[in-house]
């Protein structure tokens, strides 16, 4: 592994599954974040969560799971399982909200964005989360006649 000797160890430490945790936490730190400091003027597709409250307060959800994640990239895995859940809480409730506005017809782009939402955070994160964090593959089977 190149890199100063800090980067090695934080990568030695991580491993595979904590760090997909720390990029998806600080992702998702993020994006909370951008809902707080530059609220979104028309949210169009989300009004099922503006119903309920503002949009700023949701940005809380996600800076929460993001946090996390976060946090959860650091435990020996088996214990990591936190910070996956709770990274789905965020991108599900955005799916319910922008599949719910498509139909209703309220927002007819919605289904592409809960689309989104279902393939590129859910189901990366599930995969994510069912991927061991040490997987070698097995050796081919020796065929007629080979030796091992």
């Known amino acids: 592994m190149a890199g100063p000797p800090s980067v090695r160890w934080l990568r030695a430490h991580l ?17 909370g974040l951008q809902f707080l400091l530059d609220p979104v003027p028309n949210a169009q597709g989300l ?44 991108p599900i409730v955005w799916l319910g909200a922008y599949l719910t506005a498509a139909l209703s017809g309220d927002y007819s782009r919605g289904l592409w964005v809960a689309g989104y939402y279902g ?13 061991p964090e040490f997987s070698v593959p097995h050796p081919p089977a020796p065929r007629d006649g080979e030796e091992r």
Do not use: N, Y
């Open 15 to 31: 491993g595979r599954r904590g760090t997909f945790l720390l990029i998806v936490g600080t992702g998702q730190l993020v994006w």
């Open 47 to 90: 009004s099922l969560l503006t119903s309920t409250a503002p949009l700023h307060a949701w940005c809380w959800l996600w800076m929460v799971a993001g946090a996390a994640a976060v946090v959860s990239s650091l435990v020996k895995v088996g214990r990591d399982w936190a910070g996956f859940a709770a990274s789905l809480a965020p």
């Open 119 to 131: 393939t590129i955070h859910v189901g990366v994160l599930l995969w994510a989360s069912a991927t």
